[in-house]
């Protein structure tokens, strides 16, 4: 399977396609828009499902409403929450996914249309905005002890968000074959669809590492010397 930047090396850059690569940068950014925006949304989806499980799990809340309706057997709907839960951690990983994917996209155009820009990092700042972009602008653009320290710090958060849903969904299965037992069917059922999702989640991650080639920073993708690298004539120095 051909990676992201292999398609790039084999697609020939005719001025046919280099006109055609200018439109085809704006529809690589709305895209890149709308997962950053569907990533926000399934945040929120998933913070407010855990909320509700827990507050129906400790008995604070007696009945719950959704889409105008109100449902009063909550116990069903504690059976069933850990499926959504499931789910809206594999609708998350499919944007973290695709974002990724379009984030090399991106960069691998710039490259082919407009080298100068890239190795000055200055197409990091043409990406729309999501969560961790101005600390990758930051690592690249700065390179000193402050900036390391800011993606070192983030390096916690991304591991809380890729594994921490995996273990809160166990988490809650073990809970309710606590309080269901054994053979509960639903609660079955439940559990074989979220190992499901699960398991989508992890082969979604390893097929980004084939298409990415694993590389995460601009100047191993790109395979292209960084002139940023070398202090400039003008004093100023110029990698998620």
Request: some cysteine; hydrophobic content about 45%.
């Amino acid at each position: 399977m051909a990676s992201i930047k292999e398609h790039f090396d084999q697609l020939p850059w005719t001025d046919e396609n280099k006109k055609v690569g200018e439109e085809y940068l704006k529809v690589i950014r709305a895209n890149y828009k709308e997962c950053s925006e569907r990533f926000g949304r399934g945040i929120r989806t998933l913070t407010i499902a855990i909320i509700v499980l827990e507050l129906i799990t400790q008995a604070i809340v007696s009945e719950f409403s959704f889409a105008g309706l109100k449902f009063h057997n909550l116990l069903l709907i504690q059976k069933i929450l850990p499926v959504a839960i499931a789910y809206l951690y594999y609708y998350l990983a499919t944007n973290m996914t695709h974002r990724r994917m379009l984030m090399q996209v991106h960069e691998h155009t710039m490259i082919k249309l407009h080298p100068d820009y890239v190795s000055h990092k200055l197409h990091l700042y043409a990406e729309p905005p999501s969560a961790f972009q101005v600390d990758r602008i930051f690592e690249q653009e700065l390179k000193d002890y402050s900036s390391r320290c800011l993606i070192y710090l983030t390096y916690p958060l991304m591991f809380m968000m890729t594994l921490g849903p995996i273990i809160y969904i166990a988490y809650t299965y073990y809970r309710a074959f606590e309080v269901f037992g054994n053979k509960d069917v639903i609660v079955w059922i439940g559990l074989i669809i979220s190992i499901v999702f699960i398991l989508q989640v992890i082969f979604l991650f390893k097929g980004l590492n084939r298409l990415t080639g694993g590389q995460p920073d601009s100047k191993a993708n790109s395979g292209m010397p960084s002139k940023c690298d070398k202090p400039r004539k003008s004093g100023g120095n110029a990698m998620l």
